[in-house]
C-alpha cells in the first residue's frame, strides 16, 4: 500500500499540489492546484489502479474496494493531516453548466425512484383499462389510481391528493 500510495502522490504532481483529498467508495477524489502537473498517463499504467479520471475539477483515481486503506497510506505519505478530511473553503463548482445540472440532479435524483414506481403503476392501470380488465368505477381501479397519486403526495407533500379526491364522495 504504501509504495502505491508514493507512486499516486508522485502522479498527482506531489504532495504540495494537492490541496484537499477525499474518497467514496472506489475513488482517491483530489482537489489539485495545479493540474497540468499530475501525470493521468503514468498513474494509469500502475499496477493498483483501475483507472484515473479528471471530472468537475477533480482529478480521480479509481483504486477499488481497498480504497480506504490506500487512502489512509497516501494521506500518512503526503502528510496531508486535516487536507485529506474536509473540501477547501473556497471550493468552486465549476462553470455555470456544471451548477446548473448539479442544482437539477440535487432536486430530480431523490424523486427518480418515486417517479418510476408512479409510472409503472400508473402504466399497468392503463393496460388494464385497455383490455377491459377492470372499469374506472370499479373499487380496485380506485384503490390503485389513489395509491399511485398517494407516493407523490407523501414525498412532495402535497396539500391533496390530486385527481382522487373527486371519488372521495
Given amino acids: 500500500m504504501t509504495e502505491l500510495a508514493r507512486k499516486i502522490v508522485a502522479g498527482v ?4 499540489n ?7 467508495a472506489t475513488r482517491l477524489r483530489f482537489k ?3 493540474e497540468s502537473k499530475a501525470q493521468a498517463e503514468v498513474l494509469k499504467k500502475t499496477p493498483g489502479i483501475i483507472m484515473v479520471v479528471e471530472s468537475g475539477g477533480q482529478f480521480q483515481v479509481v483504486i477499488g ?3 480506504a486503506d490506500v487512502f ?3 494521506n500518512s505519505v503526503a502528510g496531508l493531516g486535516e487536507k485529506a478530511q474536509q473540501a477547501p473553503e473556497n471550493d468552486e463548482k465549476g462553470n455555470l453548466l456544471n451548477r446548473f445540472v448539479y442544482v437539477i440532479s ?3 435524483t431523490p424523486l427518480i425512484g418515486l417517479m418510476a414506481a408512479t409510472g409503472i403503476l400508473k402504466g399497468m392501470l392503463a393496460l388494464a ?3 377491459q380488465w377492470t372499469t374506472e368505477q370499479s373499487g380496485t381501479y380506485l384503490i390503485l389510481f389513489s395509491a399511485s397519486d398517494a407516493l407523490t403526495y407523501r414525498k412532495l407533500k402535497n396539500q391533496t ?9
Fill in 106 to 108: 440535487g432536486i430530480f
Fill in 65 to 67: 474496494n481497498h480504497v
Fill in 72 to 74: 489512509l497510506a497516501v
Fill in 18 to 24: 494537492i490541496v484537499s483529498l477525499m474518497h467514496c
Fill in 161 to 169: 391528493i390530486p385527481l382522487s379526491t373527486p371519488y372521495a364522495t
Fill in 32 to 34: 489539485l492546484k495545479d
Fill in 13 to 16: 504532481g506531489g504532495a504540495d
Fill in 129 to 131: 383499462l385497455t383490455f
